[in-house]
């Protein structure tokens, strides 16, 4: 009975043993997975790869961009439209150099230019969160068809071969570890150039300006160096990281548009470590002077009574302000119960009123907290345009004004990028050219003959 005994003992022991090896692979296997589930938020993938009301990562959503619209691809596990036959090395040429597994190029609105920051081990954490926890989905979305030249992918070849081809993140021996890490997340994954830096007229980034601020053809990405009063410089960094949490910060900020989206899936989710390790990267990128407003804050908020408006001699800005605005943000835009005062206000101390206008337009939605809602239908062009301007001159810099034919742009997208003409005007110059060339070998070959 003993030696029975012993020998089941033994058994379970040998069973136990083999059994180690198998758990801890799962075991890794699990750890990577949340920790490639964690990069993908830090990344913002659901932002673009998820359209409005459609599955996680099945594409679809319409990326307005200046040369039209670019349709984001389904990035899930299915072999007939996603990535689902994706090695892990194609998977890293699409993520880091903006090149597809049939070797076609992807447009820039993909910011492999910044994920080409990402280190190896997180490629790896990377795919195997999405080979093996995202939910396939067999259906593709719309085809992205650019006007010429663009709809030539080819064409992008070139313009990797010029702007592209970055490596991964190199730590900083002189810097903290903590500044390291904002710098590889803000760099990188968390692409802030993509928005904030001004591009040239081939649409890269101009790297000697880096988050000076740029304009994404409808909202305004505000300058975020360290500048007092062109960037961020009198932030503090609490301030910084309850923007990046929340969405707001207690002077006077909000984030709407593409920012809003950001601070929403992607920012909101990280842990406070990394909050803190990008405001620390953040406020310490050299100061840039560009995008800065051209008055300081005033003095004091004005007192505004509602007596004109009764009496009907308030200006066409002020009524509208009355009948749309005053009940949340009150009569002398003191604000109130959490809706923020417009006295001084962020969005009205931009070098260009198209946050304020868009504000107005689109609205101001957060996931959790107050909305701000939409008057696109309440409002037509020239009634915004009276009363962003009218916002610019009670509350913030009267200095900065906007037109009704902006408003109508800023309405229907934003104005098309030159590079359009421009890229079409070369394309002719080369055809010209190859015409030309063409005609002179053929005659040298008639005289010859």
């Known amino acids: 009975m003993k030696t029975l005994l012993s020998l089941k003992i033994a058994g379970v022991m040998t069973g136990l043993l083999l059994s180690l090896p198998v758990l801890a692979d799962q075991s890794d296997s699990q750890s990577l997975i949340e920790k490639g589930q964690y990069l993908a938020v830090a990344g913002d993938c659901g932002a673009c790869h998820t359209d409005s009301g459609g599955k996680a990562f099945a594409g679809g959503l319409a990326i307005k961009t200046p040369i039209g619209e670019i349709f984001s691809t389904n990035i899930t596990p299915s072999k007939t439209a996603g990535i689902g036959n994706y090695t892990l090395e194609e998977f890293d040429n699409a993520v880091r150099k903006g090149v597809r597994k049939d070797g076609g190029n992807l447009y820039p609105a993909m910011p492999y230019t910044s994920y080409s920051k990402i280190?190896?081990?997180d490629m790896k954490a990377l795919y195997a969160y999405f080979m093996s926890a995202v939910p396939a989905v067999d259906a593709k979305g719309p085809e992205t068809a650019l006007p010429f030249p663009f709809n030539i992918r080819l064409s992008m070849?070139?313009?990797n071969l010029i702007f592209?081809?970055?490596k991964p993140f190199v730590e900083d021996n002189t810097q903290s570890p903590e500044w390291n890490r904002g710098a590889y997340l803000a760099e990188g994954l968390a692409h802030c150039s993509t928005c904030h830096t001004p591009r040239n007229p081939l649409m890269a980034e101009e790297s000697d300006k880096s988050l000076a601020g740029a304009s994404l053809g409808t909202w305004f990405a505000p300058n975020i160096t360290s500048d007092p009063h062109a960037g961020i410089g009198n932030w503090t960094q609490q301030d910084l990281m309850t923007y990046l949490a929340t969405g707001r910060a207690e002077n006077g900020s909000q984030a709407g548009g593409p920012m809003l989206e950001a601070i929403d899936k992607s920012f909101s989710k990280l842990s406070p470590e990394d909050l803190k390790a990008i405001a620390t990267y953040i406020q310490s990128v050299p100061a840039q002077s560009s995008n800065a407003t051209s008055e300081k804050l005033k003095g004091a908020a004005p007192e505004i009574s509602d007596i004109s408006i009764m009496n009907g001699t308030a200006s066409e800005g002020s009524r509208l302000y009355a009948s749309h605005c005053s009940t949340c943000h009150q009569a002398s835009g003191q604000?109130?119960?959490?809706?923020?005062?417009l006295y001084n206000n962020a969005a009205l101390r931009r070098p260009v009123a198209d946050n304020a206008v868009m504000a107005v337009l689109e609205g101001l939605i957060p996931?959790?907290?107050?909305?701000m809602?939409?008057?696109n239908d309440k409002m037509d062009d020239q009634q915004v345009a009276t009363l962003v301007n009218y916002l610019f001159n009670t509350y913030g810099d009267?200095?900065?004004?906007?037109t009704p034919e902006r408003v109508k742009s800023l309405r229907q997208g934003g104005a098309p990028s030159p590079l359009l003409a421009i890229a079409k005007g070369g394309m002719i110059v080369v055809a010209l050219i190859v015409l030309i060339i063409g005609l002179?070998?053929?005659r040298l070959r008639r005289k010859r003959r």
């Open 119 to 121: 280190s190896d081990d």
């Open 157 to 159: 070849a070139g313009w």
């Open 164 to 166: 592209a081809g970055g």
């Open 335 to 341: 604000g109130s119960n959490g809706l923020p005062a």
């Open 367 to 371: 996931s959790k907290g107050q909305a």
């Open 373 to 375: 809602p939409a008057f």
């Open 398 to 402: 009267p200095k900065v004004q906007t």
């Open 440 to 442: 002179l070998v053929f």
